[in-house]
């Protein structure tokens, strides 16, 4: 196979330091070494690749933009989306690992945490020693978070915690969840570390979106919370609406990932395959998916860049995260499932990779914010009218 050189109609690399060059194409070989010549089989058999997860420390990835005081690499912005866009190439499962260690579990910590909590925490999740979950997401409220159930009540020596989370990515795997339950009504932020009594986290089964990644039920059966595990500077449902934009980011950049890899598979197949004794590249209708295809890719390049820009100046609104989120999620999924009819029957096979990018995509639409509700965020920013109820 040919060595993937990235796709970039416009010469976005023009916009990139040297520096985020580096470290772009050093997780590019990564992911071409280490990502894609495993990572069929884990998807078949629903498995997380454990054995990355010292690499991916050892190259700085989780906490990527966070003090070097703590182990991190202390990157900026457009490097770590960079970083994103790279590992998702390889599968979303694998960026979504990232995401969650990263965005929503050490920036928590990071900016609503104690100085103990960070100095305990922090160093042990940037080497890996140590994973993390992020659960907010409950059975009975997806898009509509601020109506949890789940609760925390002040005893004696701690909080009390009752209730139930789902769809959890890493929950079973993870050491550390940093756990949204109301206080006396307020959202609240809690470290509840694994093993502690009355709290399990059953893997959920029977995926067929993002297999290389574990998702899971975290129950809470009176469990006890000590004193030190709050994450004191929460108060409100805004704090984890702050850890979502973390995230939100980094799929916006890793989604480029996947339409790249799909394009590059469509791509190469249209330029070899032979239909009416021509590639059926030469063919007006499959040129104009490819050029659609490449389009996207480039509005969505230059919509990042400026967006880790923002970011990286401190000017960016939450919105605009929704709206990348929401552009290139939607356009992601579009490419792949265009990708697929230019590749034929081959395209259903995993011998290509973009099926699975398919099918995680659908995965990656709906999580950190559905297409409408992303819809409706924007739309409420330039109306001024909410139209969520
Ligand atoms: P609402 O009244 O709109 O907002 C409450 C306060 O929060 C502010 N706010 C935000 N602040 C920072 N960042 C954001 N993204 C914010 N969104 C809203 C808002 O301005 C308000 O502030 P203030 O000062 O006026 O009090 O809240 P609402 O209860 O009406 O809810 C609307 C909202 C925004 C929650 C809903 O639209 C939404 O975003 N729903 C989506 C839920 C979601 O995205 N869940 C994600 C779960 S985590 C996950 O999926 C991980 S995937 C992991 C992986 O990568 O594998
Ligand atoms: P619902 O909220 O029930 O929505 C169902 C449909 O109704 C959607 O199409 C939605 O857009 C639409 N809808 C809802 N309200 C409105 C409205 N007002 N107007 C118009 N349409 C509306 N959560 C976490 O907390 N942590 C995680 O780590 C995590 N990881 C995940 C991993 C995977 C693989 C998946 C699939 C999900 C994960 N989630 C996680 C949960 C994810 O954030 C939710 O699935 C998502 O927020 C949507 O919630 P829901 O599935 O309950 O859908």
Not at 37 to 55: A, H, T, V
Not at 98 to 113: C, H, K, N, R
Not at 124 to 134: D, N
Not at 176 to 200: N, P
Request: hydrophobic share 40%.
């Amino acid at each position: 196979m040919n060595k993937f050189t990235g796709v970039d109609y416009f010469n976005t690399d023009s916009l990139l330091s040297s520096e985020e060059l580096l470290i772009r194409d050093t997780i590019r070989d990564f992911v071409s070494d280490e990502i894609i010549p495993i990572i069929e089989k884990y998807n078949r058999e629903g498995q997380f690749p454990m054995q990355l997860i010292p690499k991916m420390a050892e190259l700085g990835l989780f906490g990527t933009t966070l003090p070097q005081q703590y182990g991190c690499a202390e990157l900026n912005n457009v490097a770590y989306g960079l970083i994103m866009q790279e590992l998702e190439r390889g599968d979303s499962g694998i960026r979504s690992f990232v995401s969650v260690q990263s965005a929503l579990v050490m920036y928590p910590i990071y900016t609503f945490g104690s100085d103990e909590q960070k100095n305990k925490w922090l160093p042990l999740l940037a080497k890996g020693e140590k994973i993390g979950c992020f659960g907010l997401t409950e059975p009975d409220f997806g898009s509509n978070p601020g109506g949890m159930i789940t609760k925390a009540e002040k005893v004696k020596d701690g909080y009390l915690l009752n209730g139930a989370k789902m769809w959890i990515t890493n929950g079973t795997i993870a050491d550390i969840a940093v756990v949204w339950a109301k206080l006396d009504g307020v959202v609240r932020g809690f470290l509840v570390e694994k093993g502690t009594i009355g709290f399990t986290a059953p893997e959920m089964k029977g995926k067929h979106s993002l297999r290389a990644s574990v998702t899971s039920e975290l129950i809470f059966d009176n469990v006890l919370i000590p004193e030190e595990n709050i994450l004191p500077q929460t108060s409100g449902l805004k704090n984890a609406l702050m850890c979502l934009n973390q995230a939100r980011y980094g799929i916006a950049w890793g989604v480029v990932g996947s339409m790249m890899a799909c394009y590059d598979s469509a791509l190469n197949y249209a330029k070899t395959r032979i239909q009416f004794d021509k590639p059926i590249a030469s063919f007006q209708m499959i040129q104009e998916k490819l050029v659609y295809i490449l389009t996207e890719i480039t509005k969505a390049q230059l919509m990042n860049i400026q967006l880790g820009r923002l970011k990286d100046s401190g000017k960016l609104k939450f919105t605009q995260v929704s709206m990348a989120k929401r552009n290139n999620c939607e356009k992601a999924l579009e490419i792949a499932r265009m990708s697929r009819e230019i590749l034929g029957a081959n395209g259903i096979l995993d011998e290509y990779p973009v099926m699975r990018h398919a099918a995680n995509l659908e995965s990656v639409k709906t999580y950190e914010g559905t297409h409408e509700m992303h819809t409706l965020i924007i739309g409420e920013d330039i109306t001024g009218i909410s139209a969520f109820e």
